[in-house]
């Protein structure tokens, strides 16, 4: 890999298991602490999404809120759960 100031990843952890989506963001945080890259990534998965610093939430296309983490990952993540929640994407409307 060269040496990019943004990587820009669509869905990287997307289909894969586990173990090789927490190899994906090891690379993902690795290229942050040693190139000082910054990393977009658009991801419907709250466990890639729980290991950024800060999550811009969607839905329908607008903006519907910016979380930061500022704790422990796993807090992170019980956050972005429940703003998931609260935005109605846990549940299908159609019932």
């Known amino acids: 890999m060269n040496q990019p100031y943004v990587i820009l990843a669509d869905e990287p952890a997307g289909n894969l298991d586990s173990k090789s989506c927490k190899a994906v963001i090891d690379a993902f ?17 709250s466990y890639a999404a729980s ?10 296309g607008k903006v519907h809120g910016e979380l930061k ?17 609260e935005l109605g994407g846990d549940s299908d409307d159609d019932e």
């Open 51 to 60: 290991f950024c610093d800060r999550v811009i939430v969607l839905k329908d």
């Open 29 to 45: 945080l690795q290229a942050r602490s040693e190139m000082d890259a910054t990393i977009f990534m658009v991801t419907h998965d």
């Open 69 to 85: 983490r500022t704790g422990t990952r796993r807090a992170f993540m019980d956050e972005l759960l429940n703003t998931i929640r």
